[in-house]
């Protein structure tokens, strides 16, 4: 491919076109590549948002006459209406002058270069990040301050460290009020993250004692002066799945008013305290849902942690010899070889990294759908690689940036028919 393209933006795009994104994206994020982009019947868009209808309760005109007796009264179904909206998650990436000088002569092969590397780590990262942000935080938070000294900021579990990657550009905020930045830990980048000790340090001259226990961490693009958390962060499984103890809001609608329990999930928790994830926990879930809604469950998704857990306290009493008369040496397990069975259904275990340990969730799959406003693509006006806007008095840098980007959310119409099991002890965080 020496000498093929004369203009690296064309390049690029002509071997990562749009359409390249998404698979590459959904590598990163199993949970979204499985989420229908099909929204609810009677949905509407009206300037990127989209309004939708959830079903409070089914219309009460039943009962039973005597002969020649008034008629029930007609009755119309109690509803609400949902709005979603879309959300920009955005990626950058640069390359160098040299870099693009080389990218563009004769001598220079694109394919197994620094600009095919830079693109698809970039593509990488944010499919990450994607992933992340809809299973795991809650309104964007990613991480809580358990403790902060001389060394760096501990984060607490069952967060911890997990939603936080080296090279992020984060801001502290104040746990009671969301808005207030920590002075000298806005804006700042995370410069090492330290599993085992759940510690990270950041870029700059940080004060970490300015920080507090259960102060918040933000992903951010600016300081907290220019810098709004309105309508930035999209919804969540663990926000749209749950009874107001993580978000007392479902698509802009109060889930703890009186009238709409039909907003809350199941939560089956205990109180704190951690238990083994059993089989018995999952036959009650299921029954719970079925008899509060109506719905048959079809799909749960966890982590690596409760992966392990179901392997050792609940598919080991239904392990059965080969009648075949063949011997399978292999260890380990299948994907979609997990399956819990109810009544009408067989729930498939599905696993993303980015699931906070201690949960597992219940789902009815088609209560979800992946509202995407635009697909990801290039964010391409004339040219793709734009000249860098350095930060020295607003003078050039040597390098050209590029960007892609997306519009999209999910959304879940039947909360209901949904549940998380907490509170489970989880080998990630070394629960025994």
């Known amino acids: 491919m020496a000498g093929e393209f004369q203009n690296l933006g064309v390049a690029i795009k002509v071997i990562y076109p749009s359409k390249a994104l998404e698979p590459m994206i959904n590598e990163e994020a199993p949970f979204r590549a499985k989420l229908a982009k099909s929204v609810p019947a009677g949905s509407k868009a009206s300037e990127g948002d989209l309004k939708f209808n959830g079903v409070l309760a089914l219309p009460q005109n039943v009962g039973q006459i005597v002969d020649a007796g008034d008629l029930q ?6 509803e609400v209406q949902f709005n979603l909206k879309p959300t920009i998650f955005q990626a950058t990436m640069n390359i160098g002058w040299l870099t693009r000088k080389a990218a563009n002569s004769g001598k220079s092969a694109f394919n197994g270069g620094e600009v095919r590397r830079r693109t698809e780590e970039t593509v990488s990262n944010l499919g990450k990040y994607i992933e992340s942000t809809y299973v795991a935080t809650v309104d964007g938070i990613r991480g809580y301050v358990e403790s902060a000294g001389a060394g760096g900021l501990v984060l ?7 939603l936080v990657r080296q090279g992020m550009k984060i801001s502290v905020r104040e746990a009671l009020s969301l808005t207030t930045a920590i002075v000298s830990l806005d804006a700042v980048r995370v410069a090492s993250v330290n599993a085992q000790t759940n510690t990270i340090t950041t870029t700059g001259t940080p004060t970490y004692t300015n920080a507090a226990l259960d102060d918040v961490i933000y992903v951010v693009i600016g300081t907290a002066a220019n810098y709004t958390l309105t309508n930035v962060f999209a919804e969540s499984l663990r926000g749209l799945i749950d009874d107001g103890t993580y978000k007392s809001t479902i698509h802009g609608v109060d889930r703890t008013a009186v009238g709409n329990e039909r907003l809350k999930s199941t939560v089956n928790d205990n109180g704190g305290s951690l238990r083994n994830l059993t089989e018995q926990m999952l036959i009650r879930t299921c029954h719970e849902v079925r008899e509060t809604c109506g719905k048959r469950l079809t799909d749960m998704w966890t982590g690596p942690g409760q992966m392990e857990k179901y392997i050792e306290f609940v598919a080991p009493e239904r392990r059965r010899a080969v009648q075949s ?3 399978d040496k292999g260890t380990g397990y299948k994907d979609g070889e997990l399956v819990h069975y109810a009544p009408g259904t067989a729930l498939k275990l599905n696993m993303s990294f980015d699931v906070i340990p201690r949960e597992l969730f219940l789902l009815s799959w088609d209560t979800f759908f992946h509202y995407v406003s635009q697909e990801m693509q290039w964010v391409d006006d004339d040219s793709m ?3 860098a806007i350095g930060a020295n008095n607003g003078s050039y840098a040597a390098r050209w940036d590029a960007f892609m980007a997306s519009m999209e959310n999910i ?3 039947m909360p209901c028919a949904n549940a ?5 002890k989880d080998p990630v965080l070394g629960d025994v």
């Open 73 to 78: 009264d007609a009755a119309e179904r109690s």
């Open 156 to 162: 607490k579990n069952p967060e911890a460290v997990k």
């Open 325 to 327: 008369g063949t011997y």
């Open 385 to 387: 690689l734009h000249l």
């Open 411 to 413: 959304g879940n119409d």
């Open 420 to 424: 998380v099991i907490r509170d489970l």
